[in-house]
């Protein structure tokens, strides 16, 4: 059980030359890979899948059916086979051995566990067979075993299907050829062992270790990690060279990267942390920096962490840096500060002055509370009182517990609540010199309402140092903060939909570089997800459409203009799938581009539907035009003959040549309708088989005449090839012969004048065999598959000189359908002759009941017979007249049913030929009330007419007629059905 490995090896043909087995114990390259096919045709039945355990898997080894595998009974085996299967069963490892020809399977316990419900069925089976959807994988591996090769892979992936799941599965395998007693290799050992397990939870660990290494590169504190004494940069987030001002940091000594610190403590501190291994931190740290290309130092304030890396011994082995720059906030805390001592200035410089700092706090922006030592709440401006309502009075620290807060600091106490003791003020009343808090506040009166405040409380103290109280500067940041949460949850929604759309989303920066893409993206091509930015986006159109969707897209980035073409799309499958890529710039208040966003639509379906619509439409219109040019060929002579006949109406040898001409067009026309009305019935399998034991042979010749005239006309060579005996199938002779005809037909007219046509009938494999070939014009390998498809032909000139509809295959091919059999062309190419097959199941004749099949033969009737024909065409009636006057009959015309109807009642004819389509009533109708016609009773009745579908012929039967003719009639056919009829 393998997978074909990453790296390269020898390819297949090349290890099955390499491979020579002594005494023929294997099959040759050839022979092995038709007997891999052949087992993988191969069917096997399912059967109850049940726990198998060790011992009952040897017992299958040294019990099982052998004599029924290719290996044979265990005691034929040879000696190697035999060692190392009990090798293999004695083995914990799962154990695989391939031997023979077969290659048949034989492993131990421990493999069945890999086999899953495949196994005790696998045993003995062939490697093909078992793992046949790794086959084509696996196989050249398997070759460079059998030619002498070791090999050793370790944790190779690939899909199999176990317990009827498919998965993916890693395993570390070896394969060992195995000699036979004479030194050849008769078959392979394979050791295997599935690291499924571990090759997962290496790939958790590294999903994990990218996620920590993408918060460290986005954290909005700076993050540096250092090593060794000498303190290198390994590691420092882009918050980090921000700061610093520089981006070379990695690889280098701190000293080196940012020499400006030799000269302040923070060298000393990386030295003491490492040395030490205790962490270090530091409060509003200054820092003096001096950036590449600034002309003066810049001084920022830091919070600091100083964190020992210790290894797993407990040694420092580096230093993580975490800082936050808190400049602004200090400088924020510098000015609160100053506010304060002004305002206790004010208020211990005079009474005078009080009023006016009332009124300084009051308008303060900012909350201010002025707590004695005790913790007594003496002042309280307007903005505290907005913030918290109606609080209450406090007359010390202890009635702080009214005051309802929670922590909102982002730390592992966020939500908790603060406690009396907690409070900023009553820690800087118990000692501490400055305290800062991020706190979610409940106002007063105003159960359920949260507000934000930064609160930022320092000692006021005399100037002996003795504390006398505490200011409280309190900030409502309340909307700051559910800002970012409003643009947090906008995002997350943005997102969010845009997943949930079946169309990829993507969005661009006003230069045109993308910076996002939905999910869809990420499924539809394949790509690793995450990635965005200035990938090259373009590399996934196909390169025929490439070139103009850049130039649109730079176009729309340039004007400003939306963006909108179709363009193929690589699918993660190597698909290249039309999609509609559209794209509209969004705007700012001053009209300026902020963002492009687009979809792409997968249009693939619709744009291939059109194609097929217009290749549809194309074929229709080239049919039409062919069929009118059909037409019109035997419509120019049919209506030159008429003048002609008309002019020289006592010319008989004149009238003679113009009736065959006459006689042959409409021939060729009534074929022609003959050939659309048949592959309209039998397309929609409405067309009714008459079957019976058919002799192919006698099917052969009746073909070959009708189709003589035109074999002649070409001067063609046809060579037979025709059996002695009989060929019997069950069929419709009629439509069989209809098909050799249609193939003779195609090979005449497609083969240069003077070629050769050959028909052979045989039999192959319990079918009978139709053969057509020829050495004609051959067909396009492009055609060939549609050569069986309604109106398809080869390349034609505007004269169309070869004649026909391009329906005489199809109805072939239909014909051939409905008798059970099937059809195929073959050509190698134009120019080159081609190959028409037809295979029919050979007649069963101990359950056949054959019938004649024979039509009544034409009865000449020596009396002359009464007859009146009814059409409403003057012309058609006339000339069916003058076909039956001919004979010496007796003809009466009518073109309306009822003068037929009273001329039959006074004088009643023995034969009645009418038109259904008639201007008062319909032929059904006058047929049965002729019928009811004491004197017309029995006589016979014939429709001759231009409907000729399947329900037109019963209609006429249920009305009486006793034969349905389509128009245009031929006239040896209308003098058989009349030679039926005898005299009263």
Request: glycine residues 8%; charged residues 25%.
């Amino acid at each position: 059980m393998v997978t074909a490995p990453s790296h390269p090896g020898a390819s297949e043909p090349d290890a099955r030359r390499s491979f020579q087995p002594a005494a023929g114990l294997f099959l040759d390259s050839e022979r092995a890979a038709n007997s891999g096919r052949a087992s993988r045709m191969s069917t096997h039945p399912s059967r109850p899948v049940t726990p198998v355990t060790k011992a009952e898997t040897a017992g299958w080894f040294r019990h099982g059916p052998w004599a029924d595998s290719p290996l044979g009974p265990r005691e034929s085996w040879p000696q190697p086979l035999i060692t190392l299967t009990d090798l293999a069963l004695g083995s914990k490892t799962p154990t695989l051995i391939v031997w023979g020809p077969e290659l048949c399977m034989v492993y131990n316990h421990a493999y069945s566990r890999i086999l899953g419900d495949r196994h005790p069925a696998a045993l003995g089976r062939p490697l093909p067979d078992v793992w046949s959807e790794i086959w084509d994988a696996i196989q050249p591996l398997v070759y460079r075993s059998l030619a002498g090769e070791a090999l050793y892979f370790e944790n190779e992936r690939f899909l199999i299907r176990r317990d009827g799941v498919e998965q993916e599965a890693w395993f570390n395998f070896s394969y060992t050829p195995v000699h036979d007693e004479t030194g050849a290799v008769a078959g392979i050992y394979c050791a295997l062992t599935e690291t499924t397990n571990e090759v997962r939870a290496e790939r958790d660990r590294a999903d994990s270790f990218a996620r920590l290494q993408q918060l460290f590169r986005q954290a909005p504190g700076f993050m540096a990690v250092t090593s060794g004494p000498g303190h290198m940069l390994e590691l420092a987030n882009e918050s980090c060279m921000r700061l610093v001002g520089r981006t070379d940091l990695a690889g280098k000594r701190v000293s080196e990267a940012i020499p400006e610190l030799a000269d302040q403590v923070y060298l000393q501190l990386f030295d003491q942390v490492y040395a030490t291994g205790e962490a270090f931190v530091g409060r509003r740290m200054p820092v003096h920096l001096q950036p590449p290309g600034e002309r003066s130092p810049m001084l920022r304030y830091v919070d600091f962490v100083f964190q020992p890396i210790t290894d797993s011994t407990g040694s420092v082995t580096g230093v993580f840096v975490q800082g936050t720059d808190v400049t602004e906030h200090h400088h924020l805390e510098d000015q609160l500060r100053h506010s304060e001592v002004q305002a206790l200035d004010l208020a211990l410089e005079s009474e005078m002055h009080a009023r006016r700092l009332d009124a300084l706090l009051e308008a303060a922006p900012v909350g201010i509370i002025y707590a004695d030592a005790n913790g007594r709440l003496e002042v309280v401006n307007a903005a505290i009182r907005k913030m918290w309502g109606n609080h209450p009075d406090a007359t010390d620290v202890s009635e702080y517990h009214r005051w309802k807060a929670w922590w909102a600091d982002g730390s592992e106490r966020d939500g908790q609540p603060v406690g009396p003791d907690e409070w900023p003020i009553t820690r800087v009343l118990r000692g501490e010199e400055e305290v800062s808090a991020i706190i979610e506040i409940e106002p007063f009166g105003r159960p359920g309402e949260r507000r934000t405040a930064q609160v930022h409380a320092r000692p006021v103290r005399t100037h002996d140092g003795a504390l006398v109280g505490a200011v409280v500067a309190e900030m409502d940041i309340t909307d700051q903060v559910r800002m970012q949460a409003r643009l947090r949850e906008s995002e997350i929604r943005f997102r969010t939909i845009t997943d949930v759309m079946p169309q990829i989303a993507w969005s661009t920066r006003p230069d045109g570089q993308h910076d996002y893409y939905n999910r869809r993206w990420y499924d539809y091509t394949g790509m690793p997800e995450g990635t965005i930015g200035d990938e090259p986006w373009h590399e996934l159109v196909h390169p025929d459409d490439r070139d103009e969707a850049l130039d649109t897209w730079r176009t729309s980035v340039a004007t400003g203009d939306p963006y909108e073409i179709k363009y193929r799309l690589r699918h993660r499958s190597g698909e290249y799938r039309w999609v509609l890529g559209r794209a509209l710039p969004v705007r700012n208040h001053d009209g300026q581009i902020v963002r492009w966003m687009g979809t792409c639509t997968d249009i693939h379906e619709q744009v291939l539907a059109q194609k097929l619509l217009e290749d549809a439409s194309r074929r229709k219109d080239e049919f039409l035009a062919m069929l009118a040019h059909e037409l019109r060929n035997p419509l120019a002579p049919i209506s030159t003959a008429a003048s002609v006949l008309a002019a020289t109406p006592d010319d008989p040898k004149r009238v003679r040549q113009l009736g065959d001409v006459i006689r042959r067009q409409v021939g060729h026309m009534t074929r022609m309708v003959d050939e659309l009305l048949d592959v309209s019935r039998v397309t929609r399998g409405l067309a009714r088989l008459d079957c019976d034991v058919v002799d192919l042979a006698t099917v052969a010749r009746s073909a070959i005449e009708q189709i003589g005239p035109l074999i002649d006309e070409r001067k063609h060579q046809l060579i037979t090839h025709l059996p002695d005996g009989e060929l019997l199938v069950m069929g419709d002779r009629i439509r069989l012969v209809q098909v050799v005809s249609n193939l003779l037909n195609n090979a005449a007219k497609y083969t240069r004048s003077g070629g050769r046509i050959e028909l052979e009938l045989a039999v192959d494999d319990g079918c009978a065999v139709i053969e057509v070939s020829d050495n004609g014009s051959g067909i396009e390998p492009e055609l060939l598959p549609q050569v069986f498809e309604l109106f398809t032909q080869g390349a034609r000139g505007p004269d169309r000189s070869l004649g026909g509809l391009g329906i005489g295959l199809a109805l072939a091919k239909s014909i051939v359908e409905l008798h059970g059999g099937s059809i195929v062309a073959n050509s190698a190419g134009r120019g080159r002759g081609s190959e028409f097959k037809v295979l029919l199941p050979l007649a069963e004749l101990e359950r056949a009941e054959p019938g004649t099949g024979r039509m009544p033969s034409r009865r000449a009737v020596d009396a002359r017979l009464s007859t009146m024909v009814v059409d409403d065409n003057a012309d058609a009636a006339r000339t069916i007249a003058l076909l039956l006057e001919l004979q010496g009959h007796e003809v009466r015309v009518h073109h309306d049913a009822t003068t037929a109807l009273a001329d039959s009642r006074a004088q009643p004819a023995q034969l009645y030929i009418l038109d259904i389509g008639l201007p008062d009533m319909s032929g059904h109708e006058l047929a049965q009330r002729l019928r009811q016609q004491p004197g017309a009773a029995d006589a016979k009745l014939i429709a001759v007419t231009g409907y000729g579908r399947a329900e037109d012929r019963t209609l006429s039967e249920e009305a009486g007629f006793d034969l349905h003719l389509v128009k245009p009639v031929d006239a040896g056919q209308l003098l058989d059905a009349v030679a039926t009829v005898g005299p009263k």
